[in-house]
């Protein structure tokens, strides 16, 4: 069956800390990838996604991730992490064929202290 | 600016009773969705449409049904609310079946079932 695996359920940085937050798939076949946010008492929203092309994409608010085919991986990252970064993070994937449909990981956790 | 509506934040109710959520979204979408986030296992497909009148199960549809009969509406129907429905429901829109990755998610219906 098709499962997107994060790594930490919950991780705790100090400001300016690096981030990097674990995605892994088990797919096969073409995917798209995607990392959605939810800030404390908001909706959740689209983070960045990799459909095709350069496997390093950039999203809003400095974070980006890389897709290693070799290694179902699609990783979160940001250089500098700030108290509003604070927030539940969703990967999720979704095989490029079809009436497919997402399937989300079951999240990260991120407090950030100040 | 994109707008997915969900028509209760919060509801209580009793073991037993029909549940209506309602959801719109304003961006002439294709697709709409009906989600469950519960802590620790991120967010699972209950039921999905491509088309008005249109429905699919997704994986976890037992409990639930689901109507849409307008492009912008898309109803869950809890026929008889058990505890274990007990959640937050989340509706999402995206536009069409090639972006069905980009959604649009609601602000989330926080249920409680007595």
């Known amino acids: 069956a098709q499962s997107v695996s994060q790594h930490n359920h919950h991780v705790i940085l100090s400001e300016a800390a690096s981030l990097e937050l674990g995605c892994n798939y088990s797919?096969?076949?073409?995917?798209?990838l995607f990392w959605y946010v939810q800030y404390p008492g908001q909706h959740l929203q689209l983070l960045l996604k990799?459909?095709?092309?350069?496997?390093l994409v950039k999203g809003i608010k400095g974070f980006e991730a890389e897709f290693i085919k070799s290694k179902f991986s699609f990783n979160l990252r940001k250089p500098s992490v700030q108290w509003s970064d604070t927030a539940e993070y969703f990967c999720?994937?979704?095989?490029?064929?079809?009436?497919?449909?997402?399937?989300f990981g079951k999240g990260t956790m991120l407090l950030v202290s100040p | 600016d994109v707008k997915v509506t969900q028509s209760s934040r919060y509801l209580v109710k009793r073991t037993g009773e029909k549940v209506f959520l309602e959801c719109v979204q304003d961006?002439?979408?294709?697709?709409m969705f009906w989600y469950r986030q519960d802590p620790g296992l991120g967010l699972r497909l209950i039921y999905f449409?491509?088309?008005?009148?249109?429905?699919e199960k997704g994986d976890i549809p037992e409990g639930y049904s689901v109507s849409r009969e307008k492009k912008e509406r898309f109803s869950l129907i809890l026929e008889s609310a058990s505890t274990n429905q007990t959640s937050m429901y989340l509706c999402a829109s995206s536009t069409s079946w090639t972006n069905t990755g980009e959604l649009f998610f609601g602000e989330g219906s926080r249920l409680t079932v007595l």
């Open positions: 797919y096969g076949g073409t995917v798209n």
């Open positions: 999720a994937v979704r095989l490029n064929s079809g009436y497919s449909t997402l399937t």
């Open positions: 449409s491509y088309d008005v009148k249109m429905k």
């Open positions: 961006m002439d979408h294709e697709n």
């Open positions: 990799y459909f095709s092309g350069d496997p």
